[in-house]
């Protein structure tokens, strides 16, 4: 059936079993066992079935269907709707695009629906598979594997983001910012808001997993979404460190733009006097007065260069030293 | 009378019976049957009869009466009385209007009081009546109907504000800025704070609905207020994002308002240097003295030429090539 | 006695009796009756024999003696020691001016202690001598009368104040800013730190004065205090509103400032340019060499004045174009 | 011995002995007595020996002698270890100068040890003294008398920052802004967050005195500590204020340079195109062509002063009134 | 064992026996014994067999060998996981070195496990063996002394970080300012977040390690917790106090290139002024009218180098008296 990615039954910790989506009731006749469906994309009837065999709630099924939710964590009774966006760096475009995963987890059952941009859970599946005394813990070990498969696909975009930031910092610094580099810092900055709307949410819904007194998340699953949440928030704190040395290195370019400025107004100002003053020597000796004895004298010309040379070069040497050239 | 849009008697999620509003007390005489009446800016006696006819609060009528309230929400023993904040994007004046709706919800009511620039509930009237099994839930669901309603009306508005920074981007980054770009930051920001006080308050009125132990709000209505509470932080979330984006917008929009004051600043600094070299020249040999012999060579004129078009061009390639001019 | 505006006893919501102060302790001998004093700037005095009358504590004498308080709300066993902030806009000098009044509220006693600035509360002793059946609730209901009254002579301010930053938009985006905006806009934020630090303990002090277990403030009081409290929260989100807009108002300015200079010194450039060719052109025609062939042509100088007219021209054109002048 | 500056003890609220350090003991056997004693600087060998004679612990012994703590409250069983920051304005300095103050308070001792500049507490010893009534209350209330002391000695501070402000707005608004009054906003703001820094532990330290059930801080002494609680409040909101505005004024300030610098530039421009005018009219009518017949006019050279003249007025005029000079 | 640097049983306070890794649990046999055991960047194999002996949880185990953690704490039923982050100055290149401690601590044990740079605990070990008395108290002592040390080691790095901001201020207000201020501003502003991030969690851990209910943190450790959580406190507030001064002088920076442009831009004004009158007037005498009286007078020449130098030295006076030069 189209949009089914993955569907097993596990027991004790191992697949027992592929199955379709229709015999999902009769495969969970046997207790002890649960399913895990992966779907991608799916059409809506695919949903009201699945949604039938697991008796999930309407809103939940509309949200899955719907995708463009924000992060969050429902529970229905015994069971719960996670909503988690996913993360992957487009590097040919440099751009970071977002997906959206949608996960139900019942006593019986893990069901993922994964919409947009976001990398396959057969990684995910294929680990736990190897690690049969932990996917035996059931449900809740699968939804914390999911996690933090998600979560981790977040650590190589924030040191992308931090490489994009030391660039930033060598070119306001190094004297070769541009009007890019005002536009590169602020396209930094909308990256980083996403990041973290798309990350912070998941430190409170950790928090409520393992506070939770659910039985399909047994106590000693609790330690490992324990690790999800350290991880969530180091990306938070990584992301807001980010935001505050942004919001710095903004100032900073404004401020080096007006020394630039001052710079340029200062050797503005330098070779404009340079220039001005043989213009206005020149001027003097180029008046019609009938009686100007300078002009007569057999030195004058020369002396009147001397005169015009010296006053540059004094000009020249004050300025140099005063910085101003 | 004028003021009552629609006043209806409903029981087991269908519409028994279009009431006037000195029927009512006669009409909920029966058992499991309530009165849903939407009202548009009511006459002060038409709501004192609605009052009488429903026992509710003096409080409550004055300020149904007076509008200009902040969202809120506010428990009068066993009945709720609602401010709530709507909003429509007018297109032609590309500006938002917001309106107001007070709503009291008790056991056997739902009383919905509109002013100012508002949509009317007919539509959540017609969508609800398709879905009875749901409206058996009674006045706590028309309750979320209405509230799901108007903040679903927020996105459109958060979208259009959106696509507004997105042009006021393009403005800032693509050199085109002008007054009216920063007029235009400044009134989006006023914007995005009347849509911040409109709906955060939002938050906190579901997280109560949804805490609240009050028999007409049963167990299965709480996941559908979730839904609103949901939808409500994504509106906030989206805004605080725009806030926060729209100030480095500002910051940017200056940082290269003074990049672009430089490169003037440069600019008018070479021309500046370019035109004073040939000036300064031709006031030199403009003087008087009796004694000048490159006046009297017979290559003297072409050679001054020469030297100033020399003098200028090697000035321009080098401005040129420093990214001055 | 100076200092005392108003003292009478009151049973049942109705006035009984006009008091002497030092007649009190006997009216009060009745059970069910309170007395309602109206203090101006009471010297010390008045004030002790007040404490006497009705067994204040020294703490809160010596604050009603001292002002200068910050708005509080002190709970002294069962009775209340409360201090609001009163604004008044003087419409001439275009100043708010605050006073202070401090509030002793007792099982049989209400004393309220005006200082600076502020109007009497004769108004709020006469609106509530209309509605005995509120007055009834005894000296809670006054409590609530007199903070209602304070916290609604709030509103007009925050409406001058609300226009004034109109104004300065007006300016701002106008081009028509000065040094002066920019001091407007300093002393508006002023005010509204001084607002907000009068309005805002106000929130916590309703909140408490709902929760208080007293029996001065009997449960039917509650929702009175509730509309306080919602007055006092939404004066606060308007002066919050305002102040976030002021500060971007002021780097819209900064902003405005920065392109304006930048369109000035486009002017500086372009005209600087146009005058400058010309002199140049001059300046080489005024050359003294002996052979310059074109100052011999008969059209040499209409030539040249074309030659001037045409670059002129053509640089006044192309700056037109592009903006710079 | 030195660094005891006083050593009493107190039965009744009256002062009954002055004791030795090493006689503590033998004087404390009486009951319903305790001492009171005041440290200044004191070096290690007294602070072991107050330290056994009322048994305090070495944590708290060790932070009195080496100081540089910050403001907090710690409580070891049955007394408290306080740290408090004491300020003094240096007028001829116009500099904050702190101090520290380290009190010990039990059932039967009160022990403060001062370092750094400060008061002496003799004043508070004396005051105290005169009100047998209050000391009676015991430890708890001397700790009260000291806290409120030197809360109080910031209020002088705070003014003297609030009028130091009040001459930065002078200067900045009434444009005699120079590099002295940036440095001085900075220096303002280092005094706030010192000040603030001292300050702001104290509300959290209040609120814990009124919540501790020790038998040291009766019933009745509460209100008193409410008393320095509400001091340390409003200190703490006139700091925040002033913090606030100073930023205003910070920015404020850049804008008002920015202007200032428009206005420069603006006559800068003005000028110069008022001294380009005759400037190249009178190059032109000095070039050398054979047939420049206004040169030949009789009148010519009268007509080129009246057009030279009229150019610079029509231009004076234009831009006084545009108002660019 | 490589890796290991010091293994070693306590018993009563004091060292009993150097003992090798596997030859732990023998040692533990004993009753009232303690290992302590301090690692090196410990190989997989060695962390494996420490897990061993005391039963440490695989997560934890993770975290250790893997490094790059936050600071946190995590109980695992009785026994605690630390992370920590050491700092110390490398004062050759001026930066600080940031290291990670890994802390195992239970009932019989204490294990540190040291990444990066990072001083050796020897210290701490020979400290603690010096006070018996208080190293009988067990691991939680041990505990507090690898912690107390850790953060003792953050003082004189924040100490350095105010010397810089000392440093910075005089450039600042020194007018030595220069592209090399702002970048240095940035790094100071970046090492203070660094640094916040590594201390900021200690204040919620300590915090926590004193509210456990643990039996290795016996009651009369928790005052020595409670003193390396002031000191952790203090630290964060000196951070926080140097944050925003940083951001109040970069923004005085700005002001202050803004004020130093202003009067480069006021001199160059000055000065072409100066310089342009006697152009002007120079130019005007270079006239070729026929007829020009001024010309023919003997006094002529002179008679304009009066009036030129007049013209100068009444603008440079006046410039000089309104601060323009």
């Known amino acids: 059936m189209s949009g089914v990615v993955n569907c ?83 590097r040919e475009q440099g751009r970071i695009e977002f997906g959206e995963t949608h996960l139900f987890v019942g006593a019986n059952h893990v069901v993922s629906v994964r919409h947009g941009a976001s990398l396959s859970y057969a990684e995910v599946r294929a680990r736990c598979e190897t690690t049969p005394q932990l996917l035996s813990k059931g449900p809740g070990f699968v939804l914390h594997a999911i996690m933090d498969f998600i979560v981790d696909r977040y650590f190589p975009i924030v040191d992308a983001l931090e490489e994009e930031l030391d660039r930033l910092e060598d070119e306001i610094f190094g004297e070769r910012f541009s009007r890019k580099t005002t536009a590169r810092i602020y396209h930094l900055k909308r990256d980083l808001l996403d990041v973290k709307r798309a990350v912070s949410p998941l430190v409170d819904m950790c928090n409520r997993l393992m506070r939770f007194d659910l039985e399909i998340i047994p106590d000693d699953t609790r330690p490992y979404f324990r690790d999800v949440y350290d991880h969530a928030i180091r990306i938070n704190e990584m992301v807001d460190a980010l935001r505050e040395l942004l919001t710095t290195a903004l100032e900073a370019n404004l401020s080096l733009i007006s020394v630039a400025q001052n710079d340029a107004m200062k050797r503005l100002a330098g070779w404009a006097a340079i220039f001005a003053v043989p213009t206005m020597i020149a001027g003097i000796y180029g008046m019609n007065f009938r009686v100007m004895p300078e002009l007569d004298w057999p030195l004058g010309y020369p002396l009147i260069w001397a005169l015009m040379l010296g006053a540059c070069g004094f000009l020249y040497l004050r300025f140099k030293r005063s910085g101003w050239l």
Chains 1, 2, 3, 4, 5 share one sequence.
């Open 8 to 90: 097993a039954a596990y027991a004790g910790g191992r697949r027992v079993a592929d199955v379709e989506i229709k015999d999902i009731s009769e495969v969970l006749k046997q207790r002890d066992r649960f399913v895990w469906i992966g779907l991608h994309e799916p059409d809506e009837d695919l949903l009201r079935q699945v949604q039938q065999e697991f008796g999930l709630h309407d809103l939940a099924i509309e949200d899955a269907h719907n995708a463009h939710q924000r992060p969050k964590l429902e529970r229905y009774g015994d069971s719960l709707f996670i909503v988690l966006r996913t993360a992957q760096m487009n």
